[in-house]
């Protein structure tokens, strides 16, 4: 996986990402153990770019994350 650096912090971020609406319930139910296999696979691949926001299942895609 390529990254990118920010340039003010020199914190680096892989260019792909995975979108987390779907650990909300948003798309069907979705088990922790799932949620958990999605980010063990994209840590694997090298994603360190999660995009998650309060709004996703009222804090139930963070709470995921969080775990």
Do not use: C, P, W
């Not at 691949?45 to 309060?54: C, E, F, M, R, Y």
């Amino acid at each position: 996986m390529k990254n990118r650096q920010f340039l003010h912090t020199g914190a680096e971020v892989s260019r792909m990402g995975i979108g987390a609406m779907s650990f909300s319930n948003f798309y069907g139910a979705v088990s922790r153990d799932e949620v958990f296999a999605i980010l063990d696979a994209a840590r694997d691949l090298g994603v360190k770019h999660i995009d998650t926001a309060n709004i996703y299942g009222k804090g139930v895609s963070e709470a995921h994350i969080g775990a």
